[in-house]
C-alpha cells in the first residue's frame, strides 16, 4: 500500500502562515503529533494567561502565540533548506514519487526570514520594553 506524497512547499507554506498552531506538524506526521499539539495549546494558555488578571496587558496574552509561531517560522525554515532527497528518505519513503521542488520554496524562505524576524525582534523589544521601563510606552 502506498503511503501519500507529501509536498515539501506546502509543508513550508503551512509552517509559515498556521506554524503557531502546528498544521503543518499535522499534515506531516498526523493527528496525533505531540509537538504539534504543544504548538496548539499555545491558544489556550492565552485565554488562562488572559483569564488570570483583569485587563492584562495583551502583550501577555499574545506573549504563549507569538513564542509558538517564531517556532513555527523556525520550523519552515528547517522544512524548506531540506535537500529533497532527504525530504523524500524522511516523509515520502513509501509513496513511489520524488520531490522537486522548485522557486516557490525559495520565495516562502525569503518570507519566512522578513516575518519571522519581524515578529521576533518586535517581542524581544516589547518584553524588554515591559520588564524594565514598566511599559512607559504604552
Same mark, same amino acid.
Given at each position: 500500500?502506498?503511503?501519500?506524497?507529501?509536498?515539501k512547499t506546502f509543508a513550508t507554506l503551512l509552517a509559515l502562515l498556521?506554524?503557531?498552531?502546528? *498544521?503543518h506538524r499535522f499534515y506531516l506526521k498526523g493527528g496525533t503529533d505531540?509537538?504539534?499539539?504543544?504548538?496548539?495549546?499555545s491558544v489556550p494558555a492565552a485565554g488562562l494567561v488572559y483569564g488570570?488578571?483583569?485587563?492584562?496587558?495583551?502583550?501577555?496574552?499574545?506573549?504563549?502565540?507569538?513564542?509558538?509561531?517564531?517556532?513555527?517560522?523556525?520550523? +519552515?525554515? *528547517?522544512?524548506?533548506?531540506?535537500? #529533497?532527497?532527504?525530504? #523524500?528518505?524522511?516523509?515520502?519513503?513509501?509513496?513511489?514519487?520524488?520531490?522537486?521542488?522548485?522557486?516557490?520554496?525559495?520565495?516562502?524562505?525569503? +518570507?519566512?526570514?522578513?516575518?519571522? +524576524?519581524?515578529?521576533?525582534?518586535?517581542?524581544?523589544?516589547?518584553?524588554? #520594553?515591559?520588564?524594565?521601563?514598566?511599559?512607559?510606552?504604552?
Amino acid at each position: 500500500m502506498a503511503h501519500t506524497h507529501k509536498n515539501k512547499t506546502f509543508a513550508t507554506l503551512l509552517a509559515l502562515l498556521l506554524g503557531g498552531l502546528g *498544521v503543518h506538524r499535522f499534515y506531516l506526521k498526523g493527528g496525533t503529533d505531540r509537538l504539534g499539539l504543544l504548538h496548539l495549546c499555545s491558544v489556550p494558555a492565552a485565554g488562562l494567561v488572559y483569564g488570570a488578571g483583569h485587563a492584562p496587558n495583551p502583550f501577555w496574552v499574545a506573549l504563549p502565540l507569538l513564542l509558538s509561531y517564531s517556532v513555527g517560522f523556525i520550523e +519552515a525554515l *528547517v522544512l524548506g533548506l531540506m535537500p #529533497d532527497e532527504k525530504w #523524500d528518505a524522511k516523509f515520502n519513503a513509501g509513496s513511489g514519487k520524488q520531490s522537486d521542488s522548485g522557486w516557490l520554496v525559495v520565495v516562502l524562505l525569503v +518570507a519566512t526570514m522578513v516575518v519571522g +524576524a519581524t515578529v521576533l525582534i518586535g517581542t524581544i523589544s516589547r518584553l524588554f #520594553d515591559l520588564l524594565y521601563t514598566g511599559g512607559a510606552y504604552g
